[in-house]
Each structure stands twice: as C-alpha cells, then as structure tokens.
C-alpha cells in the first residue's frame, strides 16, 4: 500500500489571519496620531516560537526572543511584537513605531510566505526522520506552485 502526502507551503499562506486591508486600514488609523498609543493585536498563524524567530531571523529582522511567549522584532518600518498568553496559543502581533506602513505591508507578506516555506521544510525533515519501520520512501515530486508530493509505501 502507497500513501501520498502532499505538503504545500501556499496553504499555509493561504489561512494567514494577518489580511492586507485589516493591516492598512490599522496602520492608516495610526499614521495620523502623533502620541504613542496602546498597541493593538493582530492575530497570526505563527504557533512555533523557534520557526518564528529563525525566519525573521533569515528575513534579516532583528529578532529578540524574550521567552517562548514573546519575541520583540526591530526593523526599517516599524517594530513589531509577537506575544502570546502559553505555547498552546499563535501569537499576536503589535505594531509600534511604523516609519513605512507599505513596506512594512509587504515585508510581513514576504515573511508569512518564508514562514510557510519553513513549515513545509520542517514537516518534511519530522516526516522522514520519523517513518516507522515497515515505512519506505518511494517518491518526492515538486509541483508547480512549490508544493511537496511525498509517496511512502507501507509494507
């Protein structure tokens, strides 16, 4: 018997909370207030304190992870935040200090995709590195929009 895996970075992606429009339209309503306010929290996707920080990290943020439950993150547009209240949560993120709210716009989207690319990677490696004895690697096939096509025989 074959099974067929399928791991697709885009998917991922795809289910981000973090909208476009929701973020223009909390950044739009911050450009106009010169005090320091409260921050708001967006919710994200990102549940994995260690794949968050390595891919802001490989985004070239300036990451400090304060605990498994907070991560402050400096950068050219703005500095962010990710919290959460425990490890069984995503995080949240807070948005302070924007200097550039488009490029900060399309900087969180390039990030969300690298996040999902890193997922992907990572449930890869867990699936190989896992596969129980009577399991056998048959095939990998990358498809077009980078998805993972993983065949593994069960004897």
Same mark, same amino acid.
């Given at each position: 018997?074959?099974?067929? $895996?399928?791991?697709t970075?885009? &998917?991922?992606?795809? #289910?981000? +909370?973090?909208s476009? +429009? &929701?973020?223009?339209t909390?950044?739009?309503?911050?450009? @106009?207030?010169?005090?320091?306010?409260?921050?708001?929290?967006?919710?994200?996707?990102f549940?994995?304190?260690?794949?968050?920080?390595?891919t802001?990290?490989?985004?070239?943020?300036?990451?400090t992870?304060?605990?498994? *439950?907070?991560?402050?993150?400096?950068?050219s547009? #703005?500095?962010?935040?990710?919290?959460?209240?425990?490890?069984? @949560? &995503?995080? #949240? $993120?807070?948005?302070? @200090?924007?200097?550039?709210?488009?490029?900060?716009?399309? *900087?969180?989207?390039?990030?969300e995709?690298?996040?999902?690319?890193?997922?992907q990677?990572y449930?890869? %490696?867990?699936?190989?590195?896992?596969?129980?004895?009577?399991?056998t690697?048959?095939e990998?096939?990358?498809?077009? %929009?980078?998805s993972l096509?993983? +065949?593994? +025989?069960?004897?």
């Amino acid at each position: 018997m074959s099974v067929t $895996l399928s791991l697709t970075a885009l &998917a991922i992606v795809a #289910g981000s +909370t973090i909208s476009s +429009t &929701a973020l223009m339209t909390f950044l739009g309503s911050k450009s @106009e207030i010169e005090e320091p306010i409260e921050a708001e929290c967006l919710e994200t996707m990102f549940v994995d304190c260690d794949l968050l920080a390595k891919t802001l990290n490989e985004h070239g943020c300036c990451v400090t992870v304060v605990s498994e *439950n907070e991560i402050i993150v400096e950068t050219s547009c #703005g500095n962010l935040r990710y919290a959460r209240n425990s490890a069984a @949560e &995503a995080f #949240g $993120l807070y948005i302070n @200090e924007v200097n550039d709210p488009q490029a900060l716009i399309e *900087n969180l989207k390039a990030f969300e995709f690298e996040y999902g690319k890193n997922v992907q990677a990572y449930t890869y %490696d867990h699936i190989l590195s896992n596969l129980s004895e009577d399991m056998t690697f048959q095939e990998e096939e990358i498809l077009e %929009d980078d998805s993972l096509l993983l +065949t593994i +025989t069960i004897d």
